[in-house]
């Protein structure tokens, strides 16, 4: 079963920095994304950035140059560096994978971990 467990949100001021955390677990197919999405309050969610293992990063506009999404896959981690964050960028992150299955692919969802970034 997968699971996909997010730590690391917090408040930080404008212009700061923080370092979200996936840890998963369950993965035993080849082939797979994962990522982050956040959804702010009153708004729908949307991708952040997403990797598949030997990959590049993608990015949504709003974060490059700021973020930075990192993978681990011997160590089942995944991470997501956030610098000069803005007031913008608060919302519930959540960690994502995508899983190429015998049945098609699977989306797998974390509970999420807040940010907070007060104006």
């Known amino acids: 079963q997968v699971q996909l467990v997010e730590s690391g949100g917090g408040l930080v001021y404008p212009g700061g920095s923080l370092r979200l955390e996936c840890d998963y677990s369950?993965?035993?197919?080849?082939?797979?994304?994962l990522g982050w999405f956040r959804q702010a309050p009153g708004k729908q969610r949307e991708r952040v950035a997403t990797?598949?293992?030997?990959?590049?990063?993608n990015y949504a506009d709003s974060v490059k140059g700021r973020f930075t999404i990192i993978l681990d896959n011997r160590a089942n981690a995944l991470w997501l560096q956030m610098n000069r964050l803005t007031p913008e960028d608060t919302g519930v992150y959540c960690c994502?994978?995508?899983?190429?299955?015998?049945?098609?692919?699977?989306?797998?969802w974390g509970r999420g971990t807040q940010v907070t970034i007060p104006s």
């Open positions: 369950g993965i035993i197919f080849a082939h797979y994304t």
């Open positions: 990797i598949e293992p030997g990959g590049a990063g």
């Open positions: 994502y994978a995508r899983i190429s299955e015998f049945g098609g692919p699977q989306d797998y």
